[in-house]
């Protein structure tokens, strides 16, 4: 679909929450779990994401908090250090999410092309 030579797309975006409000998965959280698997450390996640070491563990704490399992298995200290891996249940709720962000993006653009589309074409509105 085109407006002035220009290609229309449509994005959305998709979170999880509670019955409350309570955030609990959204791309952010998807993201902090891809880059601590990446890292195997929640500080190594914190900075190839550019925020604290409090925040991304905050954001990791609440999670697990309300969906009231662990996402993180934690690696304390030693001659090697610390670290941190994702639970096999984290490994499936990243699976889930990537799963439900892409279905719902097509979904989107079927729903645009079908509605939308037809509101760029001309009518008797002009």
């Known amino acids: 679909m085109a407006a002035q030579g220009r290609k229309l797309l449509v994005h959305c975006k998709v979170w999880v929450e509670d019955e409350?409000?309570?955030?609990?998965?959204g791309a952010?959280?998807?993201r902090i779990l891809e880059a601590v698997e990446r890292s195997g450390s929640i500080v190594g996640a914190a900075k190839e994401l550019g925020m604290s070491y409090s925040a991304v563990w905050g954001k990791i704490h609440a999670?697990?908090?309300?969906?009231?399992?662990?996402?993180?298995?934690?690696?304390?200290g030693g001659p090697k250090g610390g670290g941190s891996a994702l639970t096999p249940f984290a490994k499936h709720l990243l699976?889930?999410?990537?799963?439900l962000e892409g279905r719902t993006?097509?979904?989107a653009e079927?729903?645009?092309?079908?509605?939308?589309?037809k509101a760029l074409e001309p009518g008797p509105w002009e």
């Open 20 to 25: 409350t409000g309570e955030l609990i998965f």
């Open 28 to 30: 952010g959280r998807l």
């Open 63 to 76: 999670t697990e908090q309300r969906l009231g399992r662990p996402i993180l298995e934690k690696k304390i």
């Open 95 to 99: 699976e889930q999410f990537r799963t």
């Open 105 to 107: 993006q097509r979904a």
């Open 110 to 117: 079927e729903i645009f092309e079908e509605v939308f589309r």
